[in-house]
């Protein structure tokens, strides 16, 4: 099946600055990258995602780039803010199901 | 806009005892998905529904069983409840079948005592 590799698992970064998180996917036939934001207790939240066919996405502060060939992802989010402080994970998906990445605990310093 | 909505948000059963977590989806997606959350952890795909039709699987025990009705609601069943069981289940929803987005619900907090 699908593995799913997060790095770095904690960033802490000064407000203004900006977050990079990076994954990895193991299957080529995967075909729809997700990320999703998800506050303690709170459910995961998608806050931007990515197909294979597409190589870069943007959504105001936040973007994704796609490497097919290399096999990875990252997302990256702009002038960071207090309210970005949360758990992101990143996923892949083959038609249905997502496999999830371990999560990276960002932590946004005022 | 109307949200992924399960109950019961909170659920406390003792060891060996069944559950039934209830999920209502999204109107007009026809896609259902549980997953599992342990603390700490990422979220655990368990199963799927297309269309009332059970559509993929993951690693849902076999004490779990979990069906779509013709209204698109789910139910996850869950017997001889242990108390690794205690997490927190999501569903999520999806429109069509595919690589589409999935929205999820608020969760229900399964605790095995």
């Known amino acids: 099946g699908e593995n799913v590799e997060q790095h770095p698992s904690t960033l802490s970064v000064q407000e203004g600055d900006s977050a990079v998180i990076k994954c990895t996917y193991s299957d080529s036939a995967s075909n729809y990258f997700p990320w999703y934001k998800q506050e303690l207790g709170k459910r995961p939240q998608l806050i931007i995602d990515?197909?294979?066919?597409?190589g870069e996405k943007k959504d105001q502060r936040i973007a994704v780039t796609l490497n097919k060939t290399a096999k990875h992802f990252s997302l990256h989010i702009t002038e960071t803010q207090p309210e970005d402080s949360a758990v992101y994970f990143c996923a892949a998906s083959i038609n249905y199901k997502l496999s999830f990445g371990a999560g990276t605990t960002v932590t946004v310093r005022a | 806009a109307a949200g992924v909505i399960q109950s019961p948000r909170h659920l406390i059963k003792e060891k060996r005892e069944t559950a039934t977590l209830k999920c209502y989806p999204i109107?007009?997606?026809?896609?259902v998905y549980w997953y599992q959350q342990g603390p700490g952890q990422d979220p655990q795909f368990l199963i799927s529904?297309?269309?009332?039709?059970?559509?993929d699987k993951g690693s849902i025990p076999d004490r779990f069983s979990a069906q779509q009705f013709s209204d698109y609601h789910s139910e996850l069943n869950m017997s001889s409840l242990e108390l690794g069981d205690s997490a927190l289940y999501f569903c999520?929803?999806?429109?069509?079948?595919?690589?589409?987005?999935?929205?999820f619900g608020p969760g229900t907090r399964l605790t095995v005592t």
């Open positions: 529904f297309y269309e009332k039709m059970q559509s």
């Open positions: 999520a929803s999806s429109l069509g079948q595919g690589p589409y987005e999935q929205y």
């Open positions: 109107p007009r997606h026809d896609t």
């Open positions: 990515i197909r294979s066919n597409v």
